[in-house]
T-cell receptor, first 116, second 110 residues
C-alpha cells in the first residue's frame, strides 16, 4: 500500500481564519514533506520532517506552522493567510531519509486551498 | 543555477508517436532519480525510478547518464491517456530533499 491521505480535499478560508491541513501515511516512512503548488508550476518545497523532527524549512512565512505529532501524521496549521497563498498543498512521504538507495516519494491527493 | 533543468515543452504529438524527454541535474552526488506523471489538478504520481543501467516498463524507457548528469524518458507508441505533465525529480545526497524539474507538458493528439 503506497497511500498518503490528506484532508480536507478543498478548503476555503478567510484571511482571519485559522485552519489545519492533515496528512497521514502508514507505510512506515520516516520523512514527510509539505509542498505548495501553483498552476502550471512544479511543487515547491515548504517543510521536511525527518524522524519526526523538522529538518528543512524553506523560509516559509510564519503564518504556516507545521507539526508532526507522530511518525504517521503531519499537520499544517494556517493562520492569517493571504490570497496569494491560494494553491494546492501536497503532502508526501519517503522511506528512511538518511539511507542511500532508491527511495521514492509518494504524494497525497492534496488540499486545494482558496483564501478569500 | 537550478538543481534540475527540464525542457517545459509543450510537446504535441500524434497517437502512436515516440517522444523523448530530457533532464539535467547539477549535483553530481545526487543519489536517485525519478520520473513522475502529473495530471491536471491531481497529485504527482511515480511513473518510474531511474536506475544506472537504464530500465524499461512497457512502453516507457528511462535512462541515466551519471557522467553527463542527464536523465531521459522515452515513451513509445503514445496513447491519448499519456497526455500529462512529466516531472523529472532528483533526490539529493543527504537523502532529505527531492528537487523537481519544471515539468514537461505532453499532449497526444488523435
Amino acid at each position: 500500500d503506497t497511500e498518503v491521505t490528506q484532508t480536507p480535499k478543498h478548503l476555503v478560508m478567510g484571511m482571519t481564519n485559522k485552519k489545519s491541513l492533515k496528512c497521514e501515511q502508514h507505510m512506515g516512512h520516516r520523512a514527510m514533506y509539505w509542498y505548495k503548488q501553483k498552476a502550471k508550476k512544479p511543487p515547491e518545497l515548504m517543510f521536511v520532517y525527518s524522524y519526526e523532527k523538522l529538518s528543512i524549512n524553506e523560509s516559509v512565512p510564519s503564518r504556516f506552522s507545521p507539526e508532526c505529532p507522530n511518525s504517521s501524521l503531519l499537520n499544517l496549521h494556517l493562520h492569517a493567510l493571504q490570497p496569494e497563498d491560494s494553491a494546492l498543498y501536497l503532502c508526501a512521504s519517503s522511506q528512511d531519509p538518511g539511507a542511500s538507495g532508491v527511495y521514492e516519494q509518494y504524494f497525497g491527493p492534496g488540499t486545494r486551498l482558496t483564501v478569500t | 543555477r537550478k538543481e534540475v533543468e527540464q525542457d517545459p515543452g509543450p510537446f504535441n504529438v500524434p497517437e502512436g508517436a515516440t517522444v523523448a524527454f530530457n533532464c539535467t541535474y547539477s549535483n553530481s552526488a545526487s543519489q536517485s532519480f525519478f520520473w513522475y506523471r502529473q495530471d491536471c489538478r491531481k497529485e504527482p504520481k511515480l511513473l518510474m525510478s531511474v536506475y544506472s543501467s537504464g530500465n524499461e516498463d512497457g512502453r516507457f524507457t528511462a535512462q541515466l547518464n551519471r557522467a553527463s548528469q542527464y536523465i531521459s524518458l522515452l515513451i513509445r507508441d503514445s496513447k491519448l491517456s499519456d497526455s500529462a505533465t512529466y516531472l523529472c525529480v532528483v533526490r539529493d545526497n543527504t537523502g532529505n530533499q527531492f528537487y523537481f524539474g519544471t515539468g514537461t507538458s505532453l499532449t497526444v493528439i488523435p
